[in-house]
């Protein structure tokens, strides 16, 4: 078998499908078919569709806190609640929307890419999307029932760390899916070296969970058994977030944006009909990106100071490069390479580039903004800065799963999205990413506090950096709504896919 051959006969049978459904099964025999799915592209639909309807709750969430954070007489929400609703944000936009996205892409794209009959450990994948589903409801049970990290009520605290067990379980057995499908299910010829760019990427991503979730779930036992019993030795309730934090923060979530390096490669080289120059460096580009699994795995985040002497100053500078500098230079040049092949080959961009490149400077420039936050002589610790970071790294990702499902889905569908609504949806996205964060990276060098909704002050307009905030997150729910109810309506009844096979194999073989 073929990659062409998979990837056509995968296309031809759901559009074949899809207009016999109603005659040849009933709709609970759909969803049971989904239940039950062991096909690769209905677990990764599955992933992504909750992923999507988890994006839109978290983009509410992060719409509530900066309009509760307008001004401090602003009463929106119990204060009693705000520790949870702060944690639950977090949390949603990194393991409920984040990295379950990026990885429901790779389980439905890449064995189609790397020609693999099926992908590995089928059963183990759509077990974990059950771990990771059950998991979210458990903590999201705890939030709503003054829960989680800080939480007043110990039982629902309790239900928190189990949940959020569930949640790393879950998604390591579904990164397991992937590194395997890569590593041992290639069609017959193909090296390592050879596969497509988004599958390495999503190896490298899958990789580095699988690296850094375990060191998680060991810290989470530690905490778990030492609340339901002593809760003498990790602080309790109120010491559940100083160990388990580093998971929901800078280095770690950029590991789910790995694969967003990989979908922009993979569109431009089949813009550019497969010719990219330095193949090898945009593997070497997500391998330096990759760098930050270090940081995750040590729980380490080194700050740099410029006062003091030459040595005190590199004494700092050194390991601040090592663990920041080197996941952005990965990003650099990923984009320049992409970006050269565009001028040598003068190619046109796609509709799907659009969001997909945008997607990538979005995550750029949160990293950016994490080595900035870094920089001691800042003063950005503990402020909204942070949070801004958070932000352009995760809606850099839903960014570019829009423009990864706008250039695989009609290889996968038979049928396009239109182009113009994907690059109206992008532009759009990018407005309300630059809205929710860029005015927190204002507010930050102000000195507005992280975890923080009132009793905070300083000379500068606050309400009209948490209002452009506010409406910066409203616009990425719509943004999210309208792309699910497009999506959904072109890949059943959209215009037929103009996708040749010499489009099919350089998208596998770019």
Known sequence: MTAIDSSSSTAISHTTTAGSMTTKSTFLGTIAAYLMATDHTRIGRLLISFSAIFAIGAAAEGALLGAERISSSSSLVDAGILVQLFSAFRFDLIFAVGAPLMLGIAVAIVPMQIGARSLAFARGAQFGFYLWLFGVVLVGTSYLNNGGPGGGNADMVDLFLVGLGLVIAGLTVISASIATTVLTSRRAGMTLMEAPIFSWSALIASLSLIFTLPVMAGALIFVAVDHTYERATFGATQGVNAWIGWAFTAPQIFIIAIPTLGILAQIVATMTRGKQPLRAGLFVGVGLMSVTVIGSVTQSSFSA???????????????????????????LVVLGLCLLALKNE???????????????????????????????????????????????????????????????????????????????????????????????????????????????????????????VAVGHSLMALVVLLSVAIATKSFRSGKVSTATSADLYESVNG
């Not at 932000?391 to 695989?408: E, Q, R």
């Open 305 to 331: 100071n410029f006062s003091g002497g030459l040595s005190e100053i590199a004494k700092s500078l050194i390991p601040f490069l090592f663990f920041n500098a080197f996941s952005i230079l990965g990003v």
């Open 346 to 468: 003068k190619a046109k961009p796609t509709a799907p580039f659009v969001p997909a490149f945008l997607g990538v400077g979005m995550v750029l420039t949160g990293m950016v903004g994490n080595a900035a936050h870094k920089i001691s002589n800042f003063g950005l610790v503990n402020t909204v800065f942070e949070e801004a970071v958070l932000v352009y790294i995760c809606y850099g990702v839903l960014l570019s799963s829009l423009g990864a499902i706008a250039h695989f889905g009609p290889r996968i569908w038979g049928r396009e999205i239109p182009s113009a609504a994907v690059v109206g949806l992008g532009l759009l996205g990018f407005v309300a990413t630059v809205l929710a964060s860029l005015p927190y990276f204002i507010a930050g060098f102000a000195d507005q506090p992280s975890g923080v909704a009132d009793g905070f002050n300083y000379s500068g307009p606050a309400w009209l950096w948490n209002s452009l």
